[in-house]
């Protein structure tokens, strides 16, 4: 009996660990989106995030996927607004409700002083996007290890986006 027991407990373990990892991702990212819409008042699926490091910190982007939509585009800004404000308050419920305690990059984000990370608001077509800076390396790192987790986290509704140099400026793509 224990023999066989040990076998079960074998083979299912070798089932587990050569089970794609996109198995895994897959069930974390239907987890975080059914957790969104607590947090985040627009429609995920109608809308598109872009995660862009910069070597200070990065460039947050929702936008919605149709830039007719109106209530899609009022939603996001609004809430834009909203987590700017709590952010520079130190307060990242937000996200640790939606991924987790554990969401890279989140504790050193929770622990920076304030004035230590500058975010700053702007409207785009068709959405709004958050600026983040900051002069300390480990909060940039962090902002880029939190910036990479959104991406692996939203799945298809998140991309990283991309700068590159136009004449000296920094740009967006």
Do not use: N
């Not at 939603?75 to 308050?89: A, C, E, S």
């Not at 996200?95 to 920076?112: F, Q, R, S, Y």
């Not at 700068?163 to 000296?168: S, T, Y």
């Amino acid at each position: 009996m224990l023999k066989k027991t040990l076998t079960v407990l074998t083979c299912a373990a070798a089932a587990v660990l050569s089970a794609p990892a996109g198995a895994a991702d897959t069930q974390r990212q239907a987890e975080v989106a059914k957790r969104g819409p607590d947090v985040m008042p627009f429609s995920l699926k109608a809308t598109q995030h872009v995660f862009t490091k910069t070597p200070e910190g990065g460039v947050q982007k929702v936008i919605a996927r149709k830039t007719t939509d109106t209530e899609q585009v009022k939603l996001v800004r609004g809430h834009l607004r909203d987590i700017q404000t709590q952010f520079l308050k130190g307060d990242f419920s937000g996200p640790t409700h939606i991924h987790g305690t554990e969401m890279p990059g989140l504790a050193d984000l929770k622990a920076a002083k304030p004035g230590q990370i500058a975010i700053d608001y702007k409207e785009v077509a068709g959405g709004a996007e958050l600026t983040y800076r900051t002069g300390d390396a480990t909060l940039a790192t962090a902002l880029h290890r939190w910036f990479d987790a959104q991406v692996s986290d939203h799945g298809p509704d998140a991309m990283a986006g991309h700068m590159h140099h136009d004449h000296g400026a920094m740009t967006k793509e």
